[in-house]
């Protein structure tokens, strides 16, 4: 089964150096998909009102093969401080 890796970048880049077998590059992309939602749930409340993370899926000759960013974007519309 092949191997793909999916580097991060959340404000800097994290290499994957171990990845993770996938049946195809179609069930790589699901995993990057499935995965960054989890990952902001930890990351968008401490980080204000805008957040962006990428995963970029490269295959076992780390050759990209897909990319995806999940954003969050707040805005406060009445007076107060935003939590």
Do not use: N
């Amino acid at each position: 089964m092949p191997r793909f890796f999916f580097d991060i970048h959340d404000g800097e880049w994290s290499r994957d150096v171990e990845g993770v077998e996938c049946a195809d590059v179609v069930a790589a992309c699901y995993e990057a998909k499935r995965v960054l939602p989890g990952m902001a749930v930890d990351h968008v409340p401490q980080d204000g009102d805008w957040h962006a993370i990428t995963v970029l899926v490269t295959d076992e000759d780390r050759r990209p093969v897909y990319t995806a960013t999940l954003s969050f974007a707040g805005q406060l519309l009445q007076g107060g401080e935003p939590t």
